[in-house]
Structures are given as structure tokens and as C-alpha cells.
């Protein structure tokens, strides 16, 4: 027998949150964000399931080739452009969009030797200064690749940093449309958060928005709103079983540091699945998870195959019994992937792409 744990992809899931996302914009087109190995999915497993998106953002050269080998022909971008003048080669080649975010990007092009001109997505830095030209630039960056023969369409573009706040879009819209106002060009700036909240502003959907995590079933502004607000599905389930049960006394502690000690007499069950797993170490006592599709919560620390949990509230439950770390349980109750995020002190994107090389993936749907 192999060890229980494992992950399931839903494909019917990937495909009715990519529905969602197109729902919430319907006159945008829709760039599947699926960088990461579509965030820690699989992108061969995914493709599938979002090849009703109007193209493919991810950043990582590889993976636009992996892409191209599944046979997808629509658009691919390049979401930090490339990284070295040689990679326009492989632009050129695959006939790759990529952002431009820097001088030296658009001297690379300059350079180029390409007979099919590139479109390019040229990149405002509207406050979050992480990547893009700073509003006193653009226009001067802008000129200088409308000056290129190498280049084809400019869109332009800007990512907010605070789209899951009330609010948040506003200082960086205000300079994204200051500066952009009379440059032609199609427009992207939504992520998951602006695309959801705001989707309905024109300005906000411009005229490609790029939902990434929300294709995935996870919420961008939890815990204002879970994905049952958004109506968004769990792509991702991680499930295992109990492998021992343990009958605790008053006073008994479990696992590492005991860092839990039992109140009254209850009911133990150890489940296969650890840190070195991808589940995050740091979510402690009374993080939720599901035993036999009912809510329970963990008991101790996390261990690195291992963790523990409560079963007082499950009592047909037993050795064999199923556990489902987040995502879905067999019988279709959920624990959203922000809930044990959260207990962890980190976000459900982390959690998603940190799944363990070691865990086997199976896709249904
Ligand atoms: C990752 C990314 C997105 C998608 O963000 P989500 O919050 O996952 O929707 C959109 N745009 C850019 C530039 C990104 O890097």
C-alpha cells in the first residue's frame, strides 16, 4: 500500500471558476494566470480546464514551452518579460507577448534580429514598485518602442498591490490613467482581487484582466470573503487518512514541545501527512480539517509526516478513516484552503504551490 496521502485536481472546478472570471467581466478578454506550474496544479493538468481563457500569463520560459507542446496557439505573455536579450529568441520562436518593464528590455529589442514584430505589454509602476516604469518614464518608454520595427501593438499595463482592500485601487488607477490617458493601446491592470470586487468598472476590467488565483478556487480578499461569496470551487484537494488513533487522559500531551495537553479524556487520530508534505508547520492547535467530511480541528504540531487531530466530534471515525487536509472531502464537504492558510499565518496562493514533489497528484473531473 502506498502512504494515503495524496492531491486531487478538479477540473470541473478549474473550469467553473474560469467561468466565474470571465462572468465577472464580460467584456474583457481573460489571460489565465498560471505561473508557478499553475500555482503548484500542474500546468499539463490544468490546460485542459483552462484552455477557455482567451490566452496564458506565467512568467517562466519553460513553462510558455511546455504550453506551446500541449498545443495551445493563442496568446502567451511573459509577465516579467524576459530575462536575457537571448530569450526574444525564443519570443520570436514561439511567438511569445512579453511585458517590458525596463530600458534594458527595449534595448534588447532594439537589438533584435526578428522578421515577425513582437506585441508587447509595456509596464507602469503605479505604486507598487515591484516591477514597471515609473509614471515619468512610460511615455518616454513608450515612444521609444513605437520607434522599434521589432515591435508591433504596445498595451499597456500596471498590477495593483492593494486590490483586496476597500479602496485600494484608487491612488494607482488615478496614475495609470493620468499617464496612459491619450496612448493608444489595449489596457490590463485586474488581478483575481480587482477582477472580482470591481470587475464592473470599466477602467478596472480595461481590455484584459489577469485572475490568477481565483481560477484555483481560493478567495483574493479572504477574510473579508471566502470563496462561497465568490462562488468559487476548491481545485485542489489534499487528502489522506488516519494511520493510528491514540486514547488521551486528562493531562496527556501530544506530539512535539507538547504543546497541547488534553482537558478531559478524547480521542486522537493521526494522520498521514506532515511539513515535508507542503503542509505548513506553523498552522497549530485548532486548525480546521475535515475527518470523514466532518469538521474537525489539529492537535499539537505539525510533524514532518505526520499530524494530529481531534476526533471527540467524529466518533465512527477509525484507522482508514478519510482526512481531507483542504479542498474537498470524497462525499463534497469543503474546508477552503484560506481556513488553514490563515491558521497558518500565511495565504492559500503559498500553501497551493508549496505541495511536495513527494505527494502523488491524480485529476478528476
Ligand atoms: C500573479 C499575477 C497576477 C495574478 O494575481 P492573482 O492575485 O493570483 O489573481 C496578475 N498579474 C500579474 C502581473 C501577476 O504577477
Not at 122 to 145: D, E, Q, T, V, Y
Request: aromatic share 6%; with cysteine; charged share 20%.
Amino acid at each position: 500500500m502506498p502512504r494515503p496521502l495524496h492531491a486531487v485536481i478538479h477540473r470541473d472546478a478549474l473550469a467553473a471558476n474560469l467561468a466565474r472570471a470571465r462572468a465577472a467581466a464580460p467584456d474583457a478578454r481573460v489571460w489565465a494566470v498560471v505561473k508557478a506550474d499553475a500555482y503548484g496544479h500542474g500546468l499539463e493538468r490544468a490546460y485542459e480546464a483552462l484552455r477557455a481563457a482567451d490566452g496564458f500569463a506565467l512568467l517562466d520560459l519553460a513553462e510558455a514551452g511546455r504550453l506551446r507542446g500541449l498545443g495551445w496557439r493563442g496568446p502567451i505573455l511573459l509577465l516579467e518579460g524576459v530575462f536575457d536579450p537571448r530569450d526574444l529568441e525564443l519570443c520570436s520562436r514561439l511567438d511569445l507577448w512579453h511585458v517590458v518593464h525596463e530600458e534594458g528590455q527595449i534595448d534588447a529589442l532594439g537589438r533584435h534580429k526578428t522578421h515577425k514584430p513582437h506585441r508587447v505589454f509595456l509596464k507602469l509602476n503605479s505604486g507598487m514598485n515591484r516591477l514597471g516604469f515609473a509614471p515619468a518614464a512610460f511615455r518616454g518608454a513608450w515612444a521609444r518602442l513605437n520607434a522599434l520595427p521589432q515591435v508591433d501593438e504596445i498595451s499597456l499595463m500596471t498590477h495593483f498591490a492593494d486590490a483586496d482592500l476597500d479602496g485600494g485601487t484608487e491612488a494607482p488607477l488615478k496614475v495609470f490613467e493620468a499617464v496612459t490617458q491619450d496612448l493608444p493601446g489595449e489596457r490590463s491592470l485586474a488581478n483575481s482581487a480587482a477582477l472580482l470586487r470591481e470587475g464592473d468598472r470599466p477602467a478596472v476590467r480595461g481590455d484584459w484582466v489577469r485572475p490568477g488565483i481565483l481560477c484555483y478556487g481560493s478567495s483574493p480578499d479572504f477574510p473579508a470573503h471566502g470563496i462561497q461569496h465568490w462562488g468559487l470551487q476548491p481545485a485542489m484537494s489534499l487528502r489522506s487518512r488516519l494511520i493510528a488513533v491514540q486514547a488521551l487522559q486528562a493531562g496527556d500531551t501530544v506530539g512535539y514541545g507538547s504543546t497541547f495537553r488534553a482537558e478531559r479524556a478524547l480521542r486522537l487520530g493521526i494522520v498521514a501527512c506532515g511539513y515535508a508534505d507542503g503542509y505548513p508547520r506553523h498552522a497549530g492547535t485548532g486548525t480546521p480539517a475535515l475527518v470523514d467530511g466532518r469538521r474537525t480541528r489539529l492537535l499539537g504540531r505539525v510533524s514532518m509526516d505526520m499530524l494530529a487531530v481531534d476526533l471527540s466530534d467524529v466518533p465512527a471515525s477509525g484507522i482508514g478513516s478519510e482526512v481531507t487536509l483542504w479542498g474537498r472531502s470524497a462525499d463534497g464537504a469543503v474546508l477552503p484552503i484560506d481556513e488553514v492558510a490563515q491558521a497558518a499565518g500565511t495565504v492559500g496562493y503559498e500553501l497551493m504551490c508549496a505541495l511536495a514533489p513527494r505527494v502523488p497528484v491524480s485529476v478528476d473531473g
